[in-house]
């Protein structure tokens, strides 16, 4: 056939559009090695927008111009032969090598449509894109304006050496087949590239079955409430040096003191009294009515007679810190603070008590930078291209259930298996680590695709994988999604896919997905395509990473911050400086940083295993204490084993979502003039140059005053964030917001939280040189005001990152956003000294919320934003219910009635409970039954007499003293006493132990009576 060439598109074109501005140097790329394949089915080429499909074409190797090569997250050099794009399978060169000389590359020019003809299709790099973006219209441009600047097809005898050091035409099954001769290629002209080849090579597994039943959807979660016979306060907290004196919180690092303290105007009842003071092992309501005796932890009961002053004189240091805060692969040890008050050692109607219910009155966490204590496997395998996966699992997973799932989606030019620093460590834990070779060179919707695709792959081949280790051991409920760069936008784009229906999984839903989180994440999509929507969202951003830099005049892709703005639900973003976008992967190479006090790899490992464990167990399993490694601020509260250089800097944002439990006073989001809030009401202050604006700087950080200098969250057209922005200078400012009267009542409140900001580079922000503090009032009614400076918790607003570039203007970077909450409860604390006899303020009627700038108020000056102004209470994430136990050996096989008979087992997993029903059903109306127990999962195929599969093994118990009948419904139940398990002689079961029930049934075949099982249910005890 005669071969036409990929130029014939633009020289047979009628007409050509004139080359585009953005078009640069194609640079010099030379032919070194082509082959020609043939495949026998056909294989989408996604580096084009058409998507066209193929089954012929070259491999090829090219050497290239480091400088075009060069792996980025944003857009790149794209790579042309003719008018097409070639696929490329390599980078070149390590990630973050500084891309200088030349460098060779693997890719794959495709026949589509047209064969090829190497003597007539010049090579060239177009200009910098996603090749996804490609279409014809875009190719014919950057081929005409090539042409125009003279790049050539290769050479008659330059091609007949390339096709002789290419050999014979491969034709082989498959891409991935394909995809073992690129990897040859990769060792012999790149061969730094190890970790890709190892990718391309990993061991197929042979994959089989299909996922197991998967338990219930998710139910809403809520801490226990109601009556009690006991009155709850807040008691456990840290001592503060200034008003209020008191901060009330949930976690406590091993070795920390615990304070006690109350405010005896709050509560008349405890004050003058002498009461014995117990710090117990918690317990939920229940527990202190089945048992109300106290047992003091720490040596005590601790004696004390209570001030009738102030809380400042009711506060007391708790011999705390030897308390463990080991809790397995839980996150702290709850322990509760009962003030005994008629002192008979037991918890009655006349005492108080810091928990008694689902929460506990504080928690002790250990250091959550370490390992867990589950051993842990890490197994390679594949299935195919895009398939390749990376699996942590703990070690002895038999027993421990069903685990949640964590998927890993690296960024362009990364490596699926550079992430062993969380893979280890969250496996240790108690979670399945996946990570998997992900598509992005083409762009962020081929990201996507590989997301969904083996989410979907490994959920529905669990039977194939590790030796069938994880089958029926995986909560399909409970899946995370983290992503790096192109990953982590992502991550976002497939989830946003789920979300509008435009990609259905076999295996999981939408609602499984029970967070998703970006790690240093393009946005080269706009809201529209990329939303996290009310999904729970959290977003890593490193303040020296030089590949996403965040100037205002970078592609809107090199942008971070979009993705948390668009976020609706549970929203986070931890903020480190120092940290590069290289730093938050282990594939070794540069750190691609840039900036002053860089704080490496290691130290950004250790951050990230101190704080994605807590954020995993917060919205995984809705653990109490992790929030507080979400939103208390660095400075005062941080895992035990973070790093302690000055250059870790780590700002956090946290933020529920706009719901009932939440009244926003002022998000700047509608009502735009100064003097009015976006809740209705009046806003006064006397701050010079207050304006409320979009927070997008235009001015590339480079006019020091530019309002929103440094402000990057609405980078696309659709993006709407917005804020306030102002100064103060060596004199008093104030910012008054008045409460419209139908909000006034703020005591179903936790906290009034906002968030705020040092503006980059200003001459204010230059003097300030440092945390910002400032001051919040609340004024009620009545004209009683009270007020807290931020700083009395331990930290003010952060200096920006000290890096200089992007425009220029001395040093300073993006604006670093820290949510600040302020308890409601504590701007009416009692003190001794400066307001005595306590506030009198009255949450019931707060009139207004006072901002206080100046010498006075804290800093003497100070360039701000600030935003999302807000009274919330405090909530825990919905979370899906953990399930009762694993469903195996299922389907049964089916009996007479065609359908598989299953068990289904309901009541307490708590063996002291001993409360278990076994229930049988699908089962064949009017026949006689029982359940069968072992602690041995077995398999024995038709044992005499029976038709179906006997899935336990070892000691065999028996409920035949138990025996049912199906009845017309074909279903039975029985109540069993786990204190009594029918092996010989008779068992209990206690907490941790595993047991595997299956029903034994009566049936009629054709051929005759015969007996069936249903499939098994393991249930570990607690």
């Not at 970078?554 to 639900?569: C, D, F, N, Y």
């Not at 103060?728 to 400012?733: A, L, T």
């Amino acid at each position: 056939m005669q071969r036409l060439s990929l130029l014939a598109p633009i020289l047979l074109a009628t007409a050509v559009t004139a080359p585009a501005a953005r078009s640069q140097t194609s640079g010099d790329v030379e032919l070194l090695l082509a082959q020609p394949f043939e495949l026998d089915r056909d294989h989408t080429h996604l580096w084009r927008a058409e998507r066209p499909v193929y089954r012929a074409g070259y491999l090829v190797v090219l050497e290239v111009p480091a400088t075009l090569a060069r792996v980025t997250q944003t857009e790149q050099a794209v790579l042309f032969a003719g008018a097409q794009t070639v696929a490329r399978l390599n980078h070149g060169q390590l990630e973050g090598d500084a891309g200088t000389g030349r460098v060779r590359l693997v890719g794959i020019v495709p026949e589509s449509g047209a064969d090829v003809d190497l003597e007539r299709t010049p090579f060239f790099f177009g200009a910098p894109e996603l090749p996804e973006r490609i279409d014809a219209t875009d190719a014919a441009r950057e081929l005409a304006d090539a042409l125009t600047r003279g790049v050539a097809a290769p050479a008659s005898d330059v091609v007949r050496r390339a096709l002789d050091a290419g050999g014979a035409a491969l034709v082989v099954p498959s891409f991935e087949d394909l995809e073992l001769r690129a990897a040859d290629l990769i060792d012999t002209h790149s061969p730094r590239e190890a970790d890709l080849t190892s990718q391309l090579r990993a061991p197929r597994v042979p994959l089989r079955g299909t996922l197991q039943s998967a338990p219930p959807r998710r139910t809403t979660s809520a801490a226990a409430s109601g009556s009690t016979f006991f009155e709850r306060t807040q008691l456990a907290g840290n001592a503060l040096a200034t008003y209020p004196h008191v901060e009330y919180v949930a976690a406590f690092n091993e070795g920390s003191q615990v304070e006690l303290a109350f405010d005896p105007l709050q509560i008349a009842q405890l004050a003058g009294v002498t009461a014995d003071v117990y710090v117990a092992a918690h317990k939920d309501e229940d527990g202190y009515i089945n048992d109300p005796v106290l047992v003091d932890e720490i040596g005590g009961p601790l004696t004390l007679t209570f001030s009738t002053s102030s809380i400042e004189t009711n506060r007391f240091s708790l011999a705390t810190q030897g308390l463990s805060g080991s809790a397995g692969t839980e996150l702290g040890v709850g322990f509760d603070i009962v003030i005994d008050v008629d002192r008979d050692g037991q918890l009655d109607a006349d005492d108080w008590v810091d928990g008694g219910t689902s929460e506990a009155g504080f928690y002790v966490v250990h250091d959550v930078t370490q390992p867990g204590p589950l051993a842990v496997t890490e197994t390679i395998y594949s299935g195919g291209s895009f398939l390749q996966q990376d699996l942590y699992y703990p070690t002895d997973v038999a027993p421990l259930g069903q685990l949640p799932l964590v998927v890993v989606s690296h960024g362009n030019g990364h490596n699926y298996r550079w992430y062993d620093h969380l893979g280890f460590h969250l496996a240790s834990y108690g979670y399945v680590v996946m990570s998997h070779s992900n598509n992005t060179v083409p762009g962020i919707e081929t990201s996507a695709t590989t997301t969904l695709t083996n989410t979907d792959y490994f959920l529905g081949n669990l039977s194939g994988i590790a030796g069938g280790a994880l089958d029926g051991h995986i909560d399909t409920t409970r899946i995370t999604w983290i992503g790096h760069s192109r990953g982590g936008e992502g991550v976002v784009r497939a989830y946003q896919r789920l979300w509008d229906g435009s990609f259905t999984p076999s295996n999981y839903t939408v609602d499984d997905i029970v967070l998703i989180s970006s790690i240093a994440p393009t946005t080269f999509l706009p809201a529209a395509a990329t939303n996290p929507h009310d999904e729970n969202y959290h977003l890593w951003a490193g303040g020296a990473d030089a590949d996403l830099i965040m100037c205002s005049t970078s592609s809107a892709s090199a942008h971070v911050l979009p993705l948390h703005e668009r976020a609706t639900g549970f929203r986070q973003m931890i903020s480190l400086q120092g940290t590069g976008h290289g730093d938050f992967h282990d594939g070794g190479g540069s750190s691609v940083a840039s900036g002053p006090c860089l704080i490496g790899r290691a130290n950004t490992h250790t951050i990230m295993r101190g704080q994605v464990l807590p954020l995993l167990h917060h919205y995984v399993h809705g653990n109490v204490p992790a929030r507080d490694f979400l939103w208390r601020q660095w400075e005062s509260f941080r895992p035990i084993g973070a790093p302690t250089t000055a250059c870790a800097v780590v700002s956090v944002n946290y933020r529920r979502p706009n719901d009932a439990g939440v009244f926003v006073l002022d998000d700047y989001q509608s009502n735009p003039s100064v003097q009015e809030s976006s809740s209705g009401g009046a806003v006064a202050t006397d701050l010079a140059g207050i304006f409320e604006a979009r927070l997008r700087d235009t001015s590339n950080f480079g006019s020091t005053l530019d309002g929103v200098n440094g402000m990057m969250q609405a980078v696309s057209s659709q993006d709407d964030a917005r804020g306030t922005v102002f100064g103060f200078d060596g004199v008093n400012r104030s910012l008054a917001l008045t409460v419209p009267a139908i909000h006034r009542d703020v005591r179903g409140f936790d906290y009034l939280s906002f968030r705020a900001c040092q503006i980059t580079r200003h001459p204010l922000t230059t003097a300030a040189s440092g945390d910002v503090d400032f001051s919040v009032r609340l004024r009620d009614e009545s004209g009683v005001t009270s007020e807290i400076a931020i700083g009395a918790y331990g930290g003010g607003v952060e200096e920006p990152y000290q890096r200089t570039g992007c425009g220029g203007g001395g040093p300073g970077w993006a604006n670093e956003w820290e949510v600040i909450r302020l308890r409601v409860a504590d701007f009416q604390h009692s003190t001794a000294s400066t307001l005595p006899g306590g506030t009198g303020l009255d949450l019931e009627h707060i009139a207004e919320v006072e901002f206080l700038f100046g010498p006075s108020w804290g800093s003497p000056s100070g360039r701000l934003g600030l935003d999302e102004i807000r009274f919330e209470q405090d909530a825990l994430p919905d979370v899906p219910p953990i399930p009762f136990g694993v469903r195996f050996c299922s389907p049964a096989v089916p009996n007479s009635t065609g359908l598989s008979g299953a068990i289904l087992v309901s009541g307490s997993r708590t063996a002291t409970d001993n409360d278990i029903v076994l229930t049988a059903f699908d089962l064949p109306p009017d026949v006689f039954g029982y359940f069968l127990v072992s602690q041995t999962e077995g398999n024995v195929p038709f044992p005499p007499g029976a038709a179906g599969i006997l899935c336990l093994s070892g000691t065999i118990g028996r409920f035949s003293q138990q025996v049912e009948n199906s009845g017309p419904t074909g279903t039975f139940s029985t109540t069993i006493d786990l204190t009594a398990i029918p092996l010989t002689p008779p068992v209990a079961v206690v907490a941790g132990e595993s047991w595997n029930f299956q029903g034994w049934h009566r049936d009629v075949l054709i051929t005759g009576p015969t007996s069936n099982f249903t499939d098994g249910f393991r249930v570990l005890f607690e």
